[in-house]
């Protein structure tokens, strides 16, 4: 982890230290009495972190263009706290907020007012809070700095565990119950109770709605991959990368008069960011499935751009590549985004969700229970060391680009069977940020 790095960690733990305050000060006032509100245990909320170094990050460029960061702090971080409400959602079957009675809200999750001040907060943050703590921070030893930073990762580390547990616990409504061959095990396990249950308290004093039990949807546990779990997502994954690679191949074979390759990874073509979207739509929207056609447009229309505006940022952090780059398509946020791509988004969210989606679920069912697990375990293996490969090759093509010579032995491996240009040919696209 570079200097970079370490100055980004500790604006996340500030935003999210500085937001827990927040929400705990107006929530302890409301209620006249201490109520903890973050989703952790410790004195943090999370998303108030990740939305501050995302727009940090993603907007940097913008600073001197205070209408476009405005609004594209305000539409990121809306994005964000709307997903989160559905996820949290999603794992619980409740609302952890509800903005229902608020006016110009939007699933009760969202609403203008919200989405303004996150607005000029975003605003503010970027142009002159950020340069305020990094300079506070570069006051201490380097040492103080690298300590305080991995303690706190290791600290949310543990937060985070104890707290989805708790989570689930309070989903199911009770304790598994195990018999432990040794002392230690009853120790360990007597432990993990009691933090687990610690947690669980405090989660439910923060947020009672959590605790009023709601019948999840039925599954036909004799079918393969049922409901909308781990095996179906997988399948969808797999599914949506495939298919999302050949439509862009197509696409650009029409549009470019050229076959091109538009995969994400070394083996196979595979287009992730289709993949993780065909999830992300399905988890976010298949409780809402059966609502109104411009319901779902609107949802993939903002979440779409958003979700991409994100992926750019992050394979050009990550990789030193840029992937794509509207800059000649009007309507367009830092080259990373457009607006007809954003409405193309929600197009594709109303047919996915209303037609595709139906349809591709009822024939994943279809597959026979033991050689569909055993299938699954099997891509998902080859799926992850593809997209480790695929990973290790794009940070050395990265490496070779910047004239740095091979001095480990995975970075000797990458350039003997990863050379530029096969590289080239894999990812025609990329360019150097």
């Keep these: 982890m570079g200097n970079l ?29 201490f109520v903890n509100r973050g989703f952790f245990t410790g004195p943090f909320c ?8 995302l727009m940090s990050v993603a907007f940097k460029d913008l600073r001197s263009q205070p ?21 949290l959602e999603r794992i619980n079957y409740h609302k ?45 030893p380097d040492m103080i700095q690298i300590i305080g930073v991995w303690v706190l990762l290791a600290i949310s580390l543990l937060d985070g565990i104890a707290s989805f547990a708790a989570v689930f616990r309070i989903k199911k409504g009770m304790y598994a119950i195990y018999r ?9 396990h007597r432990l993990a109770q009691w933090i687990i249950s610690h947690v669980e308290k405090r989660m439910v004093k923060a947020y009672p709605s959590i605790q009023e039990k709601k019948a999840p949807e039925s599954k036909a546990e004799s079918r393969f991959a049922a409901g909308c779990g781990f095996y179906k997502l997988f399948w969808l ?77 992050f394979t050009e952090i990550v990789f030193g590549k840029v992937f794509w780059d509207y800059s000649k398509i009007p309507f367009n946020l830092g080259g990373r985004i457009n607006l007809l791509f954003c409405l193309f988004w929600g197009i594709a969210a109303v047919i996915w969700i209303k037609i595709l989606y ?38 050395r093509y990265d490496s070779r680009a910047r004239k740095e010579p091979a001095t480990s032995a995975w970075e000797q491996v990458m350039d003997e069977y990863f050379n530029d240009e096969r590289m080239e040919k894999i990812y025609p696209s990329a360019k150097p940020r």
């Design 358 to 395: 139906p349809r591709i679920s009822w024939l994943i069912e279809k597959v026979p229970k033991l050689p569909g697990k055993i299938i699954t375990w099997i891509a998902v293996i080859f799926m992850v060391i593809n997209m480790i490969v695929s990973m290790l090759a794009l940070i």
């Design 180 to 188: 432990w061959n040794s002392q230690l095990d009853r120790w360990t």
């Design 67 to 87: 209408l476009f960061l405005f609004i594209g702090c305000a539409a990121l971080a809306t994005a964000i706290e709307w997903f989160t409400g559905k996820f």
């Design 237 to 313: 994954f797999f599914l949506g990368a495939f298919l999302g690679d050949l439509v862009e191949t197509v696409f650009c074979r029409y549009s470019m008069g050229r076959w091109m390759s538009r995969s994400s990874l070394v083996w196979g073509p595979f287009s992730l960011v289709w993949g993780f979207a065909i999830v992300l739509a399905t988890v976010l929207l298949y409780k809402d499935r059966e609502r109104p056609d411009r319901h779902i447009f609107f949802i993939g229309t903002v979440l779409g751009g958003a979700y991409e505006y994100i992926c750019s940022v």
């Design 5 to 33: 790095g370490y100055e980004l960690a500790m604006l996340f733990f500030i935003y999210s230290f500085l937001g827990w305050v927040a929400e705990t000060v107006v929530k302890s006032m409301s209620k006249k009495k």
């Design 46 to 53: 999370y998303i108030y972190g990740f939305s501050g170094v």
């Design 96 to 140: 952890w907020w509800d903005y229902s009675k608020k006016k110009w809200n939007f699933d009760g999750y969202i609403c203008l007012q919200y989405s303004v001040l996150w607005g000029i907060l975003g605003v503010l943050a970027v142009k002159y809070v950020n340069n305020f703590f990094i300079s506070i921070f570069k006051l201490l």
